[in-house]
């Protein structure tokens, strides 16, 4: 559940030519809200972001690139039908705008509305066949929709058109590993390489390609690797602790697994896979008071996460709780019904 199905895209931001302004216009104060909005923006403070590109619209509507970085913020603050409702009042105007037309159609892939999202797109590529954001989100929006071999071919087109673009390589490799084509998947990720040699997150799923072929001596320096690189670059990016865990769990090393969930848990302390890890490890060790805390953390966090429940119905099981088994069972149970099939 937890290998990252994929695959976000955050609108970049764009700057667009305004309008001739109005004499009605108070345009001093628009420009300062805007500038102001902006700042919060890259300080990742989107609900005071969007509620000042609002008022710098409203300052001055004939300023209309305003309303595409208000959807810009709406969809990075998950107000996706506000976001929606920012790029249509946009497009009411201009229809055909590519500018407009992508951030309608990030606003409605990031809020999980594939099928529209893949038809704005089309319309942006329509009029730009080698647009590659429209690719990115027409591919992304196919494989999760459960059109694997349409995604496939959307970036392998991109790709042919923009042979450069680490990102789409990343994106298309995470859809063959997704899709057990791991020596495809194995040269996108060694392609970003080529052109950043520091992609921490290509190590990374390097890492998980080696362990899935059952070299797990491979996948441990893959792993390693990005986790040098991501201390080294003071980044937040815990997946390759989690991975590096869950890997060491398998080959029969609690002690190591634990270590680095708990580096994963204290980069993320949100993931509830990190505290599953954790739980696991701790289990394994004997040290069951400090699993069961570790797990019932993990479905704190989330409560359509299965495995951690299994556990829990498990230890409680064999400490003789059978109450609290049996409701960590039925919540088990729930959990997985809810989960969708798998796609291989």
Not at 233 to 240: G, K, L, Q
Not at 308 to 323: D, K, S
Request: net charge positive.
């Amino acid at each position: 559940m937890f290998r990252r199905l994929t695959l976000i895209i955050l609108a970049p931001g764009l700057l667009f030519a305004q309008e001739q302004t109005s004499v009605d216009c108070n345009l001093t104060r628009s420009n300062s809200l805007d500038i102001s909005a902006r700042e919060a923006l890259l300080g990742k403070r989107y609900t005071i972001a969007a509620s000042q590109f609002e008022a710098a619209y409203a300052a001055c509507p004939t300023q209309r690139g305003i309303l595409l970085e208000l959807s810009r913020a709406r969809t990075l603050e998950k107000k996706f039908e506000q976001a929606v409702a920012a790029a249509r009042q946009y497009l009411a105007i201009d229809p055909r705008s590519v500018p407009g037309n992508l951030a309608l159609a990030n606003a409605y892939f990031m809020g999980q509305h594939f099928h529209e999202a893949r038809i704005t797109a089309m319309l942006v590529i329509k009029a730009e066949p080698g647009n590659s954001m429209a690719l990115k989100i027409k591919g992304n929006a196919e494989y999760l929709s459960g059109e694997a071999n349409p995604a496939i071919n959307t970036f392998v087109d991109l790709l042919e058109r923009h042979p450069e673009d680490g990102e789409a390589a990343y994106m298309l490799g995470r859809i063959y590993y997704q899709e057990s084509m791991v020596d495809q998947a194995i040269g996108q990720f060694e392609r970003v390489l080529k052109t950043d040699p520091r992609s921490y997150k290509s190590y990374d799923n390097l890492g998980l390609c080696y362990e899935a072929k059952g070299d797990n001596d491979k996948a441990t320096r893959y792993f390693l690797t990005a986790i040098k690189i991501v201390e080294e670059s003071n980044a937040t990016y815990d997946w390759p602790y989690a991975n590096l865990s869950d890997l060491l769990f398998k080959t029969g090393d609690p002690k190591r697994a634990y270590d680095a969930a708990s580096k994963a848990a204290n980069m993320n302390p949100l993931s509830a896979r990190n505290f599953y890890l954790g739980g696991k490890a701790l289990e394994k060790l004997g040290k069951t008071d400090l699993a069961l805390n570790w797990l019932e953390r993990s479905t704190t966090l989330d409560p359509a996460y299965p495995e951690p429940e299994y556990l829990l119905a498990q230890i409680y099981h064999r400490l003789g709780e059978q109450e609290k088994a049996d409701a960590a069972r039925k919540r088990f149970l729930a959990a997985k019904a809810r989960l969708p099939a798998t796609r291989r």
